[in-house]
């Protein structure tokens, strides 16, 4: 995979996000504290919101060019999104929402990705009948892995995908996540303000502060590594973990 | 009289009807309008749509009656490009009671859309989905209750409606009679017993229709 970000320029309430960046790793982690711009560049990559500026290619295909009047729709992209709030489909049961995509329901997916293959990695098979609000915070995650992941996507988008859960359910779903790069191969830009996540999934992390990126490297080289639980480790500056929602 | 009663009774219910079917599709493409975009000259639509609401349905009315009439804007045209009348008749009516429900539908509609979530609607676009799908299988379904509750008020308000109804139909004998107008009409003929009766039909009208929203409604959440 190759995410070609050039010259990116989008205005936002109180500074603008600006990067020009090449990501070739199979999972990138997007680090910094709420508000720096991270949700934004998401949005930006999905097609969710315009910049004024700018392009971005991902393998090779312009999504979006500001010089050449190129906007390509987030439905045509080809980039998964999963939001924090996971933001499943309530008036759908869980099979609905994995087959949402035309993808899941054509079953024309990439090789390797298949509706068995999904449940079963993801561990949904006793939960398709089941109604979105009876399920749990972390089936509800798992639910939207699987639903992004079924529209094949070459690129995934994470969002926080762990904020909304407590610790225990942390340490549940991460594994799910790493299995999900090490079966699927789909590459990821994983945001977190939670050096852990960072540190377990990611091979390259990008740092933000007020929309720029600030370091850049392995996390081996931005994170203190320390020998204690990985929920303890030491922070690279002194961010709040908190989660406020308005990154 | 009781022949009266029914067909009076159906009509009335029959006007609602097409009167609410009639502003649906409008009403919804309005409220998610105002609902999810930013466009030059909302603000002044925004208070046009709820102006029925509160001028009286009297002046709405004499403002329909003017538009509509032989010599008004809209009235001269459809008179004599397409030969169709307008006021005195049962189209007054539909009219007259689609305008004055429009409004209660906007408002319930919009406010519908609004609390679904555009995060979902995002995801939706991130699978593959056109605004068009996003719209049909997402928004719309999410907002089911909203749309219910909308088209029951309008209905309800149509149902009721006489001041504007009065003013661009009239008053006549088995083209325009509705149960309001005939309650009015059988008062100021002291005709009592009829009031009484067009207002028991009345009163159970409305009720079947809010005990059907009711079940709807309950379906919906369920």
Partial sequence: ?247 | MSSDLWQITWFTAWVAVTSTLVILPPGIALAWLLARRQWPGKSLVETLVALPLVIPPVATGLILLHLFGRRGLIGHWLENSLGIEIVFTWKAVVIATAVMSFPLLVRTVRVAFENVSPRVEHVARTLGAGPWRVFWTITLPLARQGVIAGAVLAFARALGEFGATVMVAGFIPGKTETLALSIYHSVELGRDGEAVAFLAVSVALAFAAVWCSERLLRRATA
Avoid: W
């Avoid at chain 1, 949005?43 to 919101?49: D, F, H, K, N």
């Avoid at chain 1, 060019?65 to 987030?74: E, K």
């Avoid at chain 1, 090789?111 to 399920?135: F, K, M, T």
């Avoid at chain 1, 359910?169 to 990821?188: A, G, N, S, T, V």
């Fill in chain 1, 1 to 247: 995979m190759s995410l070609e970000i050039s010259h990116l320029r989008l205005p936002l309430t109180s500074f603008v996000l600006e990067l020009d960046a090449r990501l070739d790793a199979p999972v990138t982690g997007l680090f910094g504290a709420s508000g720096a711009g991270k949700t934004s560049l998401l949005e930006t990559i999905a097609g969710l919101r315009r910049p004024v500026d700018g392009r971005i290619s991902l393998d090779g295909t312009v999504l979006t060019d500001s010089a050449a009047r190129i906007f390509r729709p987030p439905e045509s992209r080809g980039v998964g999104f999963v939001p924090q709030d996971s933001a499943l489909f309530t008036h759908l049961n869980v099979r609905e929402n994995l087959c949402y995509s035309q993808r899941a329901r054509s079953h024309v997916t990439r090789p390797g990705i298949s509706y068995e293959h999904v449940l079963d990695v993801l561990n949904l098979g006793s939960l398709v009948a089941r109604r979105i609000g009876s399920l749990s915070g972390g089936e509800r995650q798992r639910v939207a892995f699987g639903r992004a992941l079924l529209a094949a996507p070459h690129l995934l988008l994470l969002d926080e995908p762990l904020a909304s859960l407590d610790r225990e359910l942390k340490d549940q779903i991460l594994p799910y996540l790493r299995l999900i790069r090490d079966e699927f191969k789909i590459p990821m830009l994983l945001v977190s303000h939670s050096a852990d996540e960072i540190v377990a999934l990611c091979d390259d992390v990008l740092v933000l502060e007020l929309g720029r990126c600030v370091r850049r490297g392995p996390p081996s080289g931005l994170f203190i590594v320390s020998p204690r639980p990985h929920h303890e480790l030491a922070k690279p500056t002194d961010l709040s973990p908190l989660n406020d929602g308005s990154a």
